[in-house]
C-alpha cells in the first residue's frame, strides 16, 4: 500500500510537467566516471584508492581548487563529502557547479575530497574476497564508521598535512559520523566541525520503505533480495513499473531504489538532470546494510547490527546483544540542516536526536525539504550550501 501511495503522489506531482527524458538532450555525464564528471567542468581531479584494515579498497577523489582564484594553489582547508545510503560521490558533482557542493567549495576556496562507502560503484573491491562472494557483502554501517571513515580521513590527513578537517555528511554519511566520532576519540580530533544534511540516528518514526522493510522477517527478507548487493530496482522493474507506473518518466523513478527510499520533490527538482541522477543512482550497498536500517525501523533504537544469534553477537561484540551508539559520547562541534518533509530522517526523530548533541552550534529546519532536497535541490546553495561556505571560512585556527 505504501508503494502505491508513493507512485500515485509521484505520477500526481509528475503529471503535468514536460522537459522530461526523451525531450531534452543527453546529458554527457551519464557514461562518465567521478573524475571525468568533475573534469568536464573544468576542475582539476585526483583520484585515490584507499585501504580499510579489513581489506576493502574505497576510490576516493580530489578537486583540490576551483576555477575561482586557481592561482592560489598552496595549502587549502579541507572538506571532506561523505554521500548517503544508496549513494555515491557522485552526489556532489551531479547538478551544475554553481549548484553543486563540490564545485561550490573548491570555488570558495577549500581543498574538497569526496568519500565512497564499501559496496557502491567506486569501491567495490577487496583485498580478500570477490564481489561475488557472500563475505564482501557481511558489512552495513558498523563497518563503514569503524573501517571507512578512519581509513579514508587518516590517508586525507597525511596527504594535505592539515590536522584537523572539515567532515560534510548527508543521511547515512551523517550515521557513521555519529557512530565513528562518538566511539573513536582520536579520529573525533580529526575534525575540526561536522555539518550534518538530514542526520539519521534512529528511524523510529521514518515512513519511507525502510519502514516497511522492517515488517519483513529477516528469513524472508534474505529469500527475497539474497545475502549480497542490494538491488531492489529489478524488482520495483518488474512490478511497479509494469502493474503501476504508466508514463516512461515516471516509470524511472518508480524503478528507481534512491528515489523508492527517500522520496521525490518535483518543485524542487533541476528535470534536465534527472538522467545524470539515475544514471548514477542507486550505487548499492550490502543487503546486510538495508537490513540493518530494517532493524532499526522495528527497534526505534540506534544500535549495532544484530547478527542473528547470541552466540553471533558474541563473537562480534563481546556481548548477546547488539550495543548501542550514545551519540551523547560525541564533541565534535556539529552543525545540522533537516528538512520538514524528510520520509527518512522524520522531524520526530531529528528531535530526538538534537538535545543529545552536546556540541551543536547550529541547527536549521527547512520545511519543505524531503531528504534528497540537500544534494539535489534548485535552490540548495540559498538554503544551505552558502551558509556552510561561511562557516567553514569562519572556523579557522
Not at 114 to 142: C, H, I, K, M, Q
Not at 224 to 246: R, W, Y
Not at 257 to 278: E, H, P, Q
Not at 344 to 351: Q, Y
Request: glycine residues 6%.
Amino acid at each position: 500500500m505504501w508503494l502505491l501511495l508513493t507512485v500515485t503522489s509521484l505520477i500526481s506531482a509528475l503529471g503535468t510537467t514536460h522537459g522530461f527524458l526523451g525531450q531534452v538532450p543527453e546529458s554527457p555525464e551519464v557514461h562518465m566516471n567521478i573524475s571525468q564528471m568533475i573534469s568536464y567542468w573544468g576542475y582539476p581531479s585526483e583520484e585515490y584508492d584507499v585501504v580499510t584494515e579489513d581489506g576493502y579498497i574505497l576510490g576516493i577523489y580530489r578537486i583540490p581548487y576551483g576555477k575561482k582564484n586557481s592561482e592560489n594553489r598552496g595549502q587549502r582547508p579541507v572538506a571532506f563529502l561523505q554521500h548517503g545510503l544508496l549513494a555515491s560521490a557522485t552526489n556532489w558533482i551531479a547538478n551544475l557547479p554553481n549548484n553543486s557542493l563540490a564545485f561550490i567549495l573548491a570555488d570558495a576556496g577549500f581543498d574538497v575530497w569526496l568519500g565512497n562507502s564499501r559496496g557502491n560503484t567506486w569501491s567495490r573491491r577487496n583485498l580478500y574476497y570477490s564481489p561475488d562472494s557472500v563475505e564482501f557483502w557481511a558489512f552495513s554501517f558498523d563497518e563503514m564508521a569503524k573501517y571507512d571513515l578512519p581509513a579514508t580521513i587518516d590517508f586525507i590527513v597525511e596527504k594535505t598535512g592539515q590536522e584537523k578537517i572539515h567532515y560534510v555528511g548527508h543521511s547515512q554519511g551523517t550515521t557513521i559520523g555519529f557512530i565513528a566520532f562518538s566511539t573513536n576519540p582520536e579520529l573525533a580530533k580529526k575534525i575540526r566541525t561536522f555539518y550534518a544534511l538530514a542526520p539519521v540516528a534512529t528511524v523510529k518514526y521514518t515512513t519511507s520503505l525502510l519502514k516497511e522493510l522492517s515488517y519483513v522477517p529477516t528469513f524472508l527478507f534474505k529469500l527475497i533480495f539474497g545475502e549480497k548487493m542490494f538491488m531492489p530496482h529489478n524488482f520495483f522493474d518488474q512490478f511497479l513499473a509494469t502493474e503501476v507506473c504508466s508514463r516512461e518518466t515516471v516509470n524511472l523513478l518508480c524503478s528507481n531504489a534512491l528515489f523508492i527510499m527517500c522520496g521525490f520533490d518535483s518543485k524542487n527538482f533541476n528535470t534536465s538532470r534527472l538522467d545524470v541522477y539515475l544514471s548514477h543512482n542507486p550505487a548499492g550497498t550490502s543487503v546486510q546494510d538495508i537490513l540493518h536500517w530494517a532493524q532499526a525501523g522495528r527497534s526505534g533504537k540506534f544500535q549495532a547490527f544484530d547478527w542473528g544469534s547470541p552466540y553471533l553477537n558474541m563473537l562480534h561484540f563481546n556481548q548477546s546483544t547488539p550495543p548501542y551508539y550514545d551519540v551523547t559520547a560525541m564533541t565534535v562541534p556539529i552543525a545540522v540542516w533537516n528538512g520538514g518533509n524528510d520520509l527518512l530522517a522524520d522531524p520526530r526523530d531529528v528531535d530526538d536526536l538534537l538535545p543529545k548533541l552536546s556540541n551543536l552550534i547550529y541547527h536549521k529546519e527547512i520545511l519543505p525539504y524531503n531528504h534528497l532536497d540537500f544534494i539535489w535541490a534548485m535552490n540548495a546553495p540559498q538554503e544551505v550550501y552558502n551558509e556552510i561556505v561561511s562557516m567553514m571560512s569562519e572556523d579557522t585556527d
